[in-house]
Structure formats: C-alpha cells, structure tokens
C-alpha cells in the first residue's frame, strides 16, 4: 500500500470520526435541551398549581367572610376567619412569586389580573368595602373570568394541547342556596 492510499486511508477514518463526534455531541445535546425543559415544565407545573390552589383557598375565605353579612352570621365566627384568610393571602403572595419566575409574559399578566379580580373580592371581606350581594357575585364572576384565563395561559406556556374546561359563573353562596 503506498503513502496515497494510506493517506485516503487516514482521512477517511478522521472524518468518520469527525462525523462520529458531531453527531453524538448534537444528540446529547438535545437530549440534555429535552431533559431541561421537561424538568421546567415540572417546576411551571408545580407552581402553577400552588398558585392555584392559594388563590382558590384566599377566594373561599373571603366568601365566607362576606356571605354571613346577609344572613345574620355570627360576627365572631368571623375573626379567625380574617386570619385565616390573612395567612391565604401570604400563600398566594409566595406561590405568585414563583409564576413570576416561572411563568412566560402571558401567563404572569394573567395572574397579575386574577391577582386584581381577587383583591376586589377581599376588600369587602375585610371591610375595608361596603358592596351590595349583586355587586360580590359580579366582582366574583368576573374573578371566574380570570381565573378560566390563568388557566389557559398556564396550559399554553406548558405545551398542553387542547381546550381546557371552563368554569361559567360562580355558584351562589351555600347559605343562599339552603334557603
């Protein structure tokens, strides 16, 4: 065999090995791109459903809160109540700060605006408000509204296909419906 075809020879096994190389460097790293992004969109998930979860929690205080005021409740039931809503309140605030790290642009302005809709139900609650029923089971169905668009949004960012369930109005309150 002479210098030429060793040569050949050589070049040849160098390139397979060139070849070799960039092929295995490109598919590890889109595996490890793959393992990242599923390990986030674990992390997204989690957060999203805490936040979630808080939200809800701060939501169902706040109404029964609010609901004894039309049927005569017991003030004093109302107090731990409040502190139970002020300790929701500090829940959602921690697990929104993850949906800010988290979540992408659409996502966070839609629970920046569930985040709204919610105070609006929470003032009256505290008595910071004075508002009519009518005027809770609006501010509460406008708060379905944003809690129905958060929901989306969080599907959307997390590659969820598909339309999500959504909530129409808020029920009447439990007392109102024993009646």
Not at 67 to 78: H, I
Not at 126 to 141: S, V
């Amino acid at each position: 065999m002479g210098f030429a075809e060793q040569l050949v020879t050589v070049g040849a096994v160098m390139a397979g090995a060139a070849g070799s190389y960039f092929t295995t460097r490109l598919t590890e790293r889109d595996r490890f791109e793959r393992e990242l992004r599923v390990r986030w969109d674990a992390h997204r998930l989690d957060s999203y459903v805490a936040y979630v979860a808080a939200v809800k929690h701060v939501y169902r205080c706040a109404q029964q809160v609010f609901t004894p005021q039309w049927d005569d409740g017991d003030p004093a039931a109302r107090d731990p109540l409040l502190v139970e809503m002020r300790s929701a309140e500090g829940d959602r605030s921690h697990a929104f700060e993850q949906v800010m790290l988290l979540g992408d642009t659409a996502t966070v302005q839609a629970a920046h605006e569930l985040n709204n809709r919610l105070w609006q139900l929470e003032r009256p609650a505290r008595g910071a408000e004075e508002i009519t029923q009518d005027m809770w089971q609006e501010r509460a169905n406008e708060w379905l509204v944003a809690l129905n668009n958060f929901h989306e949004h969080a599907r959307q960012n997390l590659g969820i296909a598909g339309e999500s369930a959504r909530r129409d109005v808020v029920p009447q309150a439990r007392a109102d419906s024993e009646q």
